[in-house]
T-cell receptor, first 115, second 113 residues
Framework: GAVVSQHPSRVICKSGTSVKIECRSLDFQATTMFWYRQFPKQSLMLMATSNEGSKATYEQGVEKDKFLINHASLTLSTLTVTSAHPEDSSFYIC???????????FGPGTRLLVL | QQQVKQSPQSLIVQKGGISIINCAYENTAFDYFPWYQQFPGKGPALLIAIRPDVSEKKEGRFTISFNKSAKQFSLHIMDSQPGDSATYFCAASMEAAGNKLTFGGGTRVLVKP
């Protein structure tokens, strides 16, 4: 149980284009999903918290107009990197948790490379 | 500022040995302390977690020791195996902040056969 998937697993795009990453909880309903970014050999940095049916809450320094988050259902959250640039190249990981449970289950991550 | 400091950054241990990773936190409002294991190119996987009202928790070869007064907690990997070679992250969260995880910097563990 508690499986979280991400799609795509890897994406390469040209600078200036937008990329959408999906995060799904496969066997449970996730009231809250989190989006993280991880640069090589570094820790995970929380970007935003996504609650179903409400606007995402972004961490300080994260541009909400650049990283659009939609949590349309209890099993799906999407992160759209708009007008991607090479410095946005990173490993994006989502996590999900049930309401009232503190445990976060992580997806397998999405490797984004912006050329 | 909420911070979780993790040490060492890297660790080499012989097969069968004990791997010990330490973390220290500042915010006494943290109420949940998980450890995650991450392999290259993969997402983190929950290993074991503890709450501050417990001093030790053991699951298989993994043990968390928790010292509330010192604001420190550690992960012990007993009988380390080459398959345990991975990066380990400690983290902390508090219900009052929506259970957002604050991660330590990570420890790269290499278990030599």
């Amino acid at each position: 149980g508690a499986v979280v998937s991400q799609h795509p697993s890897r994406v390469i795009c040209k600078s200036g284009t937008s990329v959408k990453i999906e995060c799904r909880s496969l066997d449970f309903q996730a009231t809250t999903m989190f989006w993280y970014r991880q640069f090589p050999k570094q820790s995970l940095m929380l970007m935003a918290t996504s609650n179903e049916g409400s606007k995402a809450t972004y961490e300080q320094g994260v541009e909400k107009d650049k990283f659009l988050i939609n949590h349309a259902s209890l099993t799906l959250s999407t992160l759209t990197v708009t007008s991607a640039h090479p410095e946005d190249s990173s490993f994006y990981i989502c996590s999900a948790r049930l309401w009232g449970v503190e445990t976060q289950y992580f997806g397998p991550g999405t490797r984004l490379l912006v050329l | 500022q909420q911070q979780v400091k993790q040490s060492p950054q890297s660790l080499i241990v012989q097969k069968g040995g004990i791997s010990i990773i330490n973390c220290a936190y500042e915010n006494t409002a943290f109420d949940y302390f998980p450890w995650y294991q991450q392999f290259p190119g993969k997402g983190p996987a929950l290993l074991i977690a503890i709450r501050p009202d417990v001093s030790e928790k053991k699951e298989g070869r993994f043990t968390i020791s928790f010292n509330k007064s010192a604001k420190q907690f550690s992960l012990h990997i007993m009988d380390s195996q080459p398959g345990d070679s991975a990066t380990y992250f400690c983290a902390a969260s508090m219900e009052a902040a929506g259970n957002k995880l604050t991660f330590g910097g990570g420890t790269r563990v290499l278990v030599k056969p």
